[in-house]
């Protein structure tokens, strides 16, 4: 600013006032977190700033999907991906199951490989050293029936093979299922399919279906959306149930459960909201309070048309369960919300969903405070966001 402009301000203090104000409200604005929409299996939804997505640690086999949680040590609730697509082995949960992994590189995915092939071996020395036992007190298997039986078992050991030049692995069990990880994208995806040909056209065909996506990277043709994925070609509806927390607010973790309405009977709204706001559904809950009285502790609540019940919760955790998560600055207390959304039942399949909505709040890891008031607003502005995505359904 030049001298002449200086004493210009000097003599206009009110100038001056106004100038700093605009300036003040412009850092303001800089520093709010943008809202984006993401869109998880048929719904868009608005949230402010980057997100990032519960995914399964490295531990976990392929075929497993219990486990999903972020690096905090915070875990999330009933976490689904059921897809029922080309190469799904039966209707088994399992094998419509699609598992996102915390691994991000082709290193990662062979450092769990020989991690999971070395509890297999573990558990095959097992059996062997107790075929070994019998064979030494032949008194206790006089027929060589039962260390038969443990050999038979050894000898049918699969073990992980990598294969795509150590970008995949997996392996085939006794009927015919293939099991697998591969690297897609910065994420490593598992699932289970029936195996076509050789394992990797195998996961090639998977391939054909599934795609990697960024988070934000909201897709014109019909499929479902997943973590860090996406998918064409559902057979029928798709199930998905996934978390996700705020970058910018790493203590808010946000999950919304999609399932289509004509495969299964709604629930009764109130008796689930009062359940969960009264007696859980919260992770590492010690305690759950309603905190809008006992009596009727919900709302009802509009999310794209359609009424749901929704409640708030005052959560006190444990401070005794795994990685501390519990907010020692507030007595151990959080907020928590939770909605439920019914569909039409009668409606097409692929055109109403059954929602659940569900917020909730680990002081622990703010770095920022925030009131009460604060964090419903929050929930409502994120809750009135949800819309079914136009043309995401279409039978494969």
Not at 19 to 28: A, D, E, R, Y
Not at 346 to 352: D, E, F, H, L, V
């Amino acid at each position: 600013m030049n001298a002449m402009l200086k004493e210009h301000f000097r003599q206009h203090p009110l100038v001056l006032a106004l100038l700093g104000m605009m300036l003040s409200n412009q850092t303001v604005a800089q520093s709010l977190p943008s809202i984006r929409t993401e869109c998880l299996g048929y719904q868009t939804i608005d949230v402010p700033g980057e997100i990032e997505y519960a995914t399964l640690p490295p531990n976990m086999s392929p075929a497993n999907g219990g486990g999903y949680g972020f690096d905090t040590g915070v875990g999330v609730w009933k976490t689904y991906q059921l897809v029922d697509s080309e190469g799904v082995f039966d209707a088994d949960e399992s094998s419509r199951s699609i598992h996102t992994s915390s691994l991000n590189s082709a290193a990662g995915l062979q450092s769990q490989l020989l991690e999971l092939n070395r509890k297999r071996q573990q558990q095959k020395d097992i059996v062997l050293a107790h075929a070994d036992m019998l064979a030494r007190h032949g008194d206790m298997d006089p027929g060589g029936k039962l260390r038969q039986a443990d050999l038979d078992e050894a000898a049918a050991f699969r073990f992980y093979q990598p294969y795509n030049g150590g970008n995949s692995f997996g392996f085939i069990n006794g009927s015919g299922k293939f099991n697998f990880s591969t690297l897609a994208g910065d994420h490593v995806v598992s699932a289970s399919r029936k195996l076509e040909g050789t394992p990797e056209q195998t996961i090639a065909n998977f391939l054909r279906f599934y795609r990697a996506r960024m988070p934000f990277a909201v897709p014109a043709e019909p499929g479902v959306c997943l973590p860090y994925g996406f998918m064409t070609g559902e057979k029928k509806p798709a199930h998905v149930a996934v978390s996700f927390r705020l970058v910018d607010r790493p203590d808010i973790v946000v999950y919304l459960s999609d399932r289509d309405a004509s495969s299964e009977d709604s629930i009764d709204s109130e008796k689930f909201v009062n359940e969960a706001v009264q007696r859980g559904y919260f992770y590492g809950a010690k305690l759950t309070e309603p905190l809008d009285g006992r009596v009727r502790p919900f709302h009802s609540i509009t999310v794209d048309g359609r009424q749901g019940l929704g409640g708030m919760a005052l959560i006190t955790r444990s401070v005794l369960s795994g990685p501390p998560i519990h907010n020692e600055t507030n007595k151990n207390q959080d907020w928590g919300y939770l909605a439920y959304i019914p569909g039409d039942k009668n409606a097409p399949p692929g055109t109403s969903s059954n929602l659940i909505f569900k917020v909730e709040r680990f002081g622990r890891f703010a770095k920022a405070p925030m009131t009460e008031s604060e964090f419903r607003d929050l929930v409502k502005t994120i809750a009135q966001s949800i819309k079914r995505r136009p043309g995401a359904w279409r039978a494969g």
